[in-house]
């Protein structure tokens, strides 16, 4: 079972990227998904949530409004879209699998090696 984000990089303040999380060795339709952020000198931050069949996107409020979470479920891919960049966003980024199908309750099992955001001008 592994889970590979990308799509990190450096961005401006005002900008967008998407991070993609490939994941592979589970029946991927099967799990939600998460993503989370670490920021320098910070704990681990949760960010957004998703279901298996794609449904009940969740946001934490400093995200609501900016990033969109998606998953396609014939490519095993999970996504963040991330607009209106902040420097506060700079962070390294994970994405997450539960680790009970259909029970987010159980936390999470697998994790990436995450991947790098920037944002500065």
């Known amino acids: 079972v592994q889970l590979v984000e990308s799509g990190g990089g450096l961005a401006q303040p005002g900008g967008s990227l998407r991070l993609s999380c490939a994941a592979s060795g589970f029946t991927f339709s099967n799990y939600g998904l998460s993503w989370a952020r670490q920021a320098p000198g910070k704990g681990l931050e949760w960010l957004s949530a998703?279901?298996?069949?794609?449904?009940?996107?969740r946001y934490v409020d400093s995200v609501k409004g900016r990033f969109t979470i998606s998953r396609d479920n014939a490519k095993n891919m999970l996504h963040l879209q991330m607009d209106t960049l902040k420097a506060e966003d700079t962070a390294l980024y994970y994405c997450?699998?539960?680790?009970?199908?259909?029970?987010?309750?159980?936390?999470?099992?697998?994790w990436g090696q995450g991947t790098q955001v920037t944002v500065s001008s």
């Open positions: 997450a699998k539960d680790a009970r199908s259909g029970d987010p309750a159980y936390g999470y099992d697998v």
């Open positions: 998703i279901k298996g069949d794609g449904t009940d996107a």
